[in-house]
């Protein structure tokens, strides 16, 4: 099931290009990935074929626009003006390398002289407002609000001695990324759904007891103002649950949700660009200039509000 995504995801792949065999294997990874009873929907690869092939899409797209490639080599730390803003120095990126289980992976592989890793490195941007100071012409200003930019949560994925193997990788996570997405949505839909169902049920039950008189209650008691206020509540759970799908309708509730998320995956799962000027002790400036540099970042974003800076690196290993 993994290696098909090899054909489906080679560079310059596009949905109308992919055979039709792989397209359903592509369906069933979605199935699987979100929820397998979707199969019991009639027509449901149907259904889901042109949400598919818009994710395939999609996803091919936003590797291969990824780049340029950065070399993540500390001998060039002092040259390379996305490097000296991602690490404090050349010594903690050797450390963050020396460290990482997946280039140790690769060392340790059989093989002459050295080679070239290929991965992907993600980061955190962090932005804190500061006091600190600062030149107007000749006079020190002091406790000058200032906000203070840094990289931290470094971490290298899919790391290969091949690119065009590291961009397959980057190609199946982002697909599976989008079914993550669809399942949490399907997972709240259920917890919802089954909470009301739950609040319905005691309700119901208070609700016949009270009717049967139960509780002791009697005529004139303030029995029938609870009754009343029981049934207005049962009919808002009632709307509530018809909303979200009838009971022999959530499996076609639940196969909307992965065509939604996987027909708009541009939406739910994109890369944006961003400008970024710094000075050398990393605080945010609005232009560039002789102290202040300036450099583009690679956003990688989703729906549920991660915001990750992303690069695709070469790492001698």
């Not at 490195?121 to 932005?127: G, R, Y």
């Not at 982002?174 to 909470?195: M, Q, V």
């Amino acid at each position: 099931m993994l290696r098909f995504l090899h054909s489906i995801f080679r560079r310059g792949t596009r949905g109308g290009a992919v055979p039709e065999s792989l397209v359903n294997k592509a369906i069933e990874r979605a199935v699987d990935g979100t929820d397998p009873w979707i199969r019991a929907v009639f027509g449901y690869k149907k259904k889901l074929r042109p949400a598919v092939l818009h994710a395939i899409d999609h996803v091919v797209s936003l590797v291969d626009g990824t780049g340029p490639i950065l070399a993540l080599d500390p001998q060039r730390y002092d040259e390379e003006t996305n490097l000296r803003t991602y690490f404090i120095s050349a010594s903690e990126m050797g450390l963050f390398l020396e460290r990482d289980p997946g280039l140790a992976q690769l060392r340790g592989k059989p093989g002459d002289g050295q080679r070239v890793a290929t991965g992907l490195l993600l980061m955190e941007k962090q932005e804190r407002l500061t006091l600190g100071a600062a030149m107007s012409g000749d006079v020190v200003l002091r406790d000058v609000p200032q906000v203070t930019v840094s990289f931290e949560g470094h971490r290298l994925i899919d790391l290969n001695d091949k690119e065009e193997e590291t961009r397959y990788l980057l190609k199946r996570r982002a697909y599976d990324h989008l079914l993550r997405i669809a399942l949490g949505r399907i997972t709240e839909i259920k917890t919802r759904r089954g909470n009301l169902e739950k609040h319905r049920t005691l309700l119901g039950s208070k609700l016949s007891l009270l009717r049967r008189g139960g509780f002791g209650f009697g005529p004139g008691s303030g029995a029938e103002p609870d009754v009343a206020t029981l049934e207005q509540r049962l009919a808002q759970i009632e709307e509530q649950l018809l909303e979200i799908g009838k009971d022999d309708k959530m499996l076609e509730v639940y196969l909307g949700v992965v065509a939604d998320v996987l027909g708009r995956a541009e939406e739910h799962l994109w890369v944006g660009k961003e400008t970024l000027v710094v000075d050398r002790m990393g605080i945010k400036r609005k232009e560039a200039g002789p102290e202040a540099r300036e450099i583009n970042l690679d956003v990688l974003c989703d729906a549920e509000g991660r915001r990750l800076v992303v690069s695709l690196v070469n790492i001698p290993t």
